[in-house]
């Protein structure tokens, strides 16, 4: 699709002159541009991004939630004495109307951000202490929204992390089979049933009061922390669009997703993909250092098993949107989503086969 960036721009409250635009980013959903605008000679960046609204279907209820976490977080660190704080949370550059976003007129939704510069996002941690970094600004920024006053945030799509609708759908998928690739993927279609009672466990210790729900960031892949080029630090956490109450484990089993193998999301040589326990030390150890604080003994004990959860589960939705013929992921080639299901389906069985000793290092660390 081409937009016309520079119109698009010119609808938000920016003093300079637009410069050039063009795609970036590797996320899955929205659709993100880089913008460089001319400000008294001097070139500015920002993320202009067009939001889902197929996926997102509320995308005001959205922004609201966005500008509440965000404005909150600012607070925070205004409140520590920083002074680089626009590189440390998000900014939402106000639209010319003065509300969060701008609808053009095809009915898109657009948002302005300020583009932290001087740090990157990678889809695969490079070394263990980047990964450390990461899972600790992870921490740190559920632990900064602990306290966020007011109602409810909005549910922007609600049962995000319900694992038994998502094997539901999955079900229904198979069923259809519209597009008749499950011949092709009985492999995995097999393990997903044999495991369906994976998704069984959390909706038990929630209804028991034994987990609570929090504030979560609930897409907490590990290229949504950017990371400071040259402190190595995660400086800012982006992706903003699934905040909302869910578990503290939905993140941090996000977190060993997208850290524990030393591969893509998408890796077609499965023999690379795989747990490496030095790997999980750094998160478990940068996550902890602020999540520590608050999470409780149930929450504790089910670390490990969030990852492989979240992992079944976002294997569960490739899987599902294979069968259904891709229509809610972006795709680049044939059988992406297919590939993305066996990656995820291999960490899952890495993550079994390490579990006792992963579950005696987070007793380790914590002793
Ligand atoms: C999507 O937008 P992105 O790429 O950060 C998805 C996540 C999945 C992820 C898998 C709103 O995230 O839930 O875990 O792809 N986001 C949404 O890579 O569905
Ligand atoms: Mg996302």
Redesign the pocket.
């Known amino acids: 699709m081409n937009y016309n960036l520079s119109e698009i721009f010119g609808n938000f409250q920016v003093e300079g002159t637009f410069v050039e635009g063009g795609a970036y980013g590797?996320?899955?959903?929205?659709d993100t541009f880089a913008v460089t605008c001319d400000l008294g000679g001097e070139n500015v960046r920002y993320v202009l991004q067009r939001i889902n609204h197929n996926?997102?279907k509320n995308p005001g209820e959205l922004m609201d939630n966005v500008v509440r976490v965000t404005s909150h977080i600012r607070k925070k660190l205004e409140a520590q004495g920083l002074d680089d704080i626009d590189r440390r949370v998000l900014t939402v550059i106000p639209a010319a109307d003065g509300g969060s976003y701008y609808v053009d007129a095809a009915g898109n939704y657009w948002r302005l951000y300020i583009f932290v510069e001087g740090a990157k996002t990678y889809d695969v941690m490079e070394n263990l202490d980047q990964a450390y970094q990461a899972a600790k600004s992870l921490g740190e920024f559920q632990k900064m929204l602990v306290d966020l006053p007011g109602p409810q945030l909005f549910d922007t799509?609600p049962d995000?992390h319900n694992g038994q609708k998502r094997y539901a759908a999955f079900e229904e998928a198979l069923q259809a089979d519209v597009c008749g690739r499950a011949k092709d993927a009985a492999g995995e279609i097999e393990f997903l049933q044999e495991h369906s009672w994976v998704f069984d466990v959390f909706p038990n210790l929630i209804s028991s009061g034994e987990i609570p729900m929090r504030i979560t960031h609930?897409?907490t892949?590990i290229?949504?922390v950017m990371i400071d080029d040259e402190t190595n630090e995660g400086i800012c956490v982006i992706?903003l669009?699934?905040v909302m109450g869910g578990l503290a484990l939905y993140d941090f089993g996000?977190i060993m997703r997208t850290t524990l193998s030393p591969t893509e999301?998408d890796e077609t040589d499965l023999s690379k993909v795989g747990m490496k326990m030095e790997r999980f030390e750094a998160i478990l150890r940068g996550y902890l250092t602020a999540a520590g604080e608050f999470l409780n003994p149930a929450e504790v004990k089910h670390l490990v098993f969030s990852g492989k959860m979240i992992t079944l589960m976002?294997g569960t939705?490739f899987l599902t949107d294979h069968l259904a013929g891709d229509t809610?992921?972006k795709v680049h080639r044939e059988n992406h989503n297919l590939d993305?299901c066996r990656t995820q389906f291999k960490l899952v069985e890495s993550i079994t086969e390490n579990e006792d000793e992963m579950r005696k290092l987070v007793e380790e660390v914590l002793s």
């Open positions: 590797s996320g899955h959903i929205n996926i997102f799509i995000f609930n897409d892949k290229n949504n992706d669009d699934t996000d999301e976002i939705r809610y992921f993305r």
